[in-house]
């Protein structure tokens, strides 16, 4: 398997070099954090918003680039026209799931932009010293920890809107709601803190705090004790939640399944 891994991954690398200009329209939409994060930063210079100060800011957005570039999911897009153009076909055909590949194509796209995210990200806690984080053995292993899980809870919710191409050509609709969901309740507009008590009680138990927020908050020292403990239940099973809805939406639409192959 990790030879079939290696195989993929150096195709879909190959692949990814290919349209170095997504990588610039990548970067664009990363602009709408660095916006926020100024807005945030221009509010708590009069003093701290929600416990939040200028430099928790800006290691909240920073931390926060990421966790989503790390967490991003965009596998719907190459499902649903995969299932529509009939080249799912031989990928069935093939000793190896199909999800393996999306998996592969997922993660080199990201080892292709980190070497360019990296260094910003260095250079704004450098230029920001009142900006920190929880470097302990247990926030780092908890982050680490809850990074894997949000990544697994973005693709496999992601995965399972590809899936209903399937039965329906309208996945793009879908997709701009979870996507308004998540720009909205996973943090990546405004820390969950910033939100009424109330919503963040119902945020504790959707999907979507745990798909960028929660890691946040480990990397900041803000989610320690029990209810570290119980970010990491919640979040791990919405994982498993959605990869057993997935398996079974699968079994059900490749029985459905009759395209040829492209």
């Known amino acids: 398997m990790i030879r079939k891994y290696l195989a993929f991954f150096r195709a879909c690398w190959a692949i990814s070099l290919e349209y170095r200009a997504e990588g610039f329209v990548w970067m664009l939409t990363n602009l709408l954090s660095i916006i926020m994060m100024l807005v945030w930063l221009s509010l708590s210079s009069a003093g ?67 070497g360019i995210l990296l260094p910003l990200v260095a250079l704004a806690f450098v230029l920001t010293p009142s900006a920190h984080l929880d470097v302990t053995p247990v926030s780092v292993g908890a982050f680490l920890l809850s990074l894997v899980g949000a990544w697994l809870v973005s693709f496999l919710s992601d995965y399972m809107i590809g899936i ?41 138990w959707l999907p979507f705090r745990y798909m960028l927020a929660f890691s946040n908050e480990i990397a900041l020292g803000q989610t320690q004790g029990e209810r570290l403990l119980f970010g990491l239940v919640v979040q791990w099973a919405w994982v498993a939640f959605f990869f057993l809805l997935t398996r079974l939406m699968w079994k059900l639409g490749t029985r459905s399944y009759s395209a040829v192959g492209a």
């Open 164 to 204: 209903l191409s399937f039965w329906t050509s309208q996945t793009a609709a879908f997709n701009q709601v979870m996507w308004g969901l998540k720009l909205v309740l996973s943090g990546i507009l405004a820390p969950i803190q910033m939100f009424p008590p109330a919503v963040q009680v119902v945020l504790d």
């Open 48 to 114: 701290p918003v929600a416990g939040f100060t200028s430099g928790d800011f800006v290691a909240y957005y920073m931390v926060g680039l990421i966790v989503r570039h790390m967490t991003g999911a965009w596998t719907s897009f190459d499902l649903d026209t995969s299932i529509r153009e009939g080249t799912l076909s031989p990928q069935l055909v093939r000793p190896i799931h199909p999800v393996h590949w999306y998996v592969a194509a997922n993660w080199s796209e990201k080892a292709t932009r980190l």
